[in-house]
């Protein structure tokens, strides 16, 4: 018998304080919930019966929308035929096959995989491969990660530590042996850009005062977003990740891109690594992996950082890491459909098909009310709205609410709206969202 609270709608905080909502006011959505009920190719349905069109593909991992038969389908053959099997020591076919369709599909060289079950555990086990890798070639000294500013990697100590976001670092206590590179958002220069902005590249030239500072002899790794997906969609400066990547090759410095958002299509390409034109040490992967449906992450790596590892006597443990869930086979049968489905559908590179209609559209918007700046990319978007005085976020958050009452699911960081649509929308899906999101501006003040 189903809960009646799947069915009703809830509106007494009664009803809600059981569950402690992550990344949320827990306090302000509970007097007013927002409760979705199921979800069918670009809609989801509340339960109050009403469609909103999802703008963020779920939380940017449903890049082919919702309600996929095909992934339904493949994780229903798997739990019943093998619900769990370890992969300490012992092993199912399924993530060896996966590992070997992501190497087809990733930037040449990074054909191994290290499964994980999220973009945090991928961001913390990237950084210890780092770590171990640098010790195994017997440069131990090289233990300083570098992050960036406004830099979102996930909510692992590791991830939090290279992260550059205040409020999710400033309550605990973070690694030691870090160090940031400055942020690229750059509203005076790059404001109401169309694609990558033209000013910013020499950002990376403070790569070059680190390795001064701190000596290359002790740096392990550099990990950025290729683009800044949760600080706001902000987006790399023309040059600026190739210079990083220069920079980081001449000193013998890992290059980690935090793939967990632009990965799968988001950008145009498979990987933004790929539409970019910079291959990587490591990628961090998650979210769009398995559509969103089976929790799952990967770090995908050069074979020579593995290689670093496999000396001394054959019984022995190469790496001291892991999870109970690491290849799950569940997970990584969603993973084989959702790959399937990218690759029928031409999905990993629809977003490059649709970029011109989408950032015409958008960048129709700005001239509204309150709005500083719009960026895009690919299937990706944000517009930046000017902060009220002494209460930051607040006119982001009521664009965010005001859309969802209208009918379309917006994320907020912030006073930034930021977009990113299943990769199936259609022009017309993208007109609906620009008109609704152009109202719920113009109604707030």
């Not at 590791?158 to 942020?183: C, F």
């Not at 000017?386 to 907020?412: H, I, K, Q």
């Given at each position: ?282 990628m961090t992967i998650a979210k769009g992996l398995t559509n969103g449906a089976i929790p799952m992450g990967a770090v995908l790596l050069e074979e020579t950082l593995q290689d670093a590892l496999m000396h001394g006597p054959q019984n022995q443990i190469e790496l001291f890491h892991g999870y109970t869930y690491s290849g799950h ?117």
């Open positions: 018998m189903s809960s009646p609270l799947a069915t009703q709608p809830l509106s007494q905080a009664a009803d809600l304080d059981g569950f402690w909502m992550p990344f949320t006011a827990n306090r302000q959505f509970k007097a007013r919930p927002r409760m979705l009920q199921s979800a069918e190719g670009l809609f989801y349905t509340d339960v109050q019966g009403r469609e909103i069109l999802d703008g963020t593909a779920g939380l940017w991992c449903c890049n082919a929308g919702h309600g996929r038969r095909e992934i339904a389908e493949a994780v229903s053959r798997q739990i019943s035929q093998m619900d769990f099997a370890p992969t300490f020591q012992m092993g199912h076919p399924l993530p060896f096959e996966l590992a070997e369709r992501l190497a087809e599909i990733a930037p040449a060289g990074l054909n191994r995989a290290f499964f994980t079950n999220s973009g945090s555990e991928s961001v913390d086990t990237a950084l210890k491969i780092a770590l171990a890798y640098h010790r195994a070639r017997g440069e131990g000294s090289r233990r300083l990660l570098i992050g960036r500013e406004l830099g979102y990697h996930g909510v692992g100590f590791g991830g939090i530590s290279v992260g550059g976001i205040a409020n999710n670092r400033r309550a605990y206590t973070t690694l030691p042996n870090v160090d940031h590179l400055p942020h690229t958002l750059d509203l005076q220069r790059n404001a109401f850009t169309r694609g990558l902005p033209a000013h910013g590249a020499e950002q990376a030239e403070h790569l070059e005062r680190l390795v001064t500072l701190h000596g290359a002899e002790n740096i392990a790794a550099v990990i950025v977003e290729p683009m800044s997906g949760s600080a706001g969609v902000i987006l790399p400066p023309v040059g600026y990740l190739q210079r990083l990547r220069e920079i980081t090759r001449r000193h013998g410095i890992l290059l980690i891109f935090d793939e967990v958002i632009t990965g799968f299509g988001r950008v145009g390409a498979a990987f933004a690594a790929q539409r970019w034109g910079v291959t990587p040490d490591m086979p569940v997970a990584a049968a969603a993973a084989l459909a959702t790959l399937d489905i990218y690759q029928r559908d031409g999905l990993l590179t629809r977003a490059a098909e649709l970029e011109d209609y989408w950032q015409q559209a958008l960048h129709g918007l700005a001239g509204l009310p309150n709005v500083i700046d719009i960026r895009s990319t690919g299937l990706v978007g944000a517009v930046h709205l000017a902060s009220r005085d002494n209460a930051p976020g607040t006119r982001g958050y009521e664009v965010f609410e005001s859309c969802f009452w209208d009918g379309l699911m917006v994320r907020c960081t912030g006073d930034i709206i930021a977009l990113s649509p299943p990769l199936t929308i259609e022009r017309q899906h993208v007109d609906r969202i620009i008109e609704t999101l152009g109202r719920a501006i113009q109604r707030t003040s």
